[in-house]
């Protein structure tokens, strides 16, 4: 995943939500981005190498952060809201 944001845009939301660790804190920010109004998308042209060594398919305590982070994010008002509206990931601008 790789996301941009303007600053201002970034601060209106504020920012990535913390009590999210490794997992799930880019799809909790593309719903907090969709609930105010923000257009979220995907650029497939785009091209991004991420060296992930997905330890939550290898390691029990990755995998409970995993799971912790999923269950968090389905309890939340932005999951809620996002449901109701379809999801996204990518650039983030005003309509």
Known sequence: MFMLFRA????EIDGF????FLYYEDVDICARLRQ???DVRLVPAASVIHAARR???RRARYLAWHI???LRFWRSEACRTTRRGGTGGGLAGRP
């Open 68 to 70: 912790r982070s999923t």
């Open 8 to 11: 201002d845009t970034y601060r």
């Open 17 to 20: 939500d913390e009590r999210y």
């Open 55 to 57: 330890d939550s398919h």
């Open 36 to 38: 105010r109004g923000y």
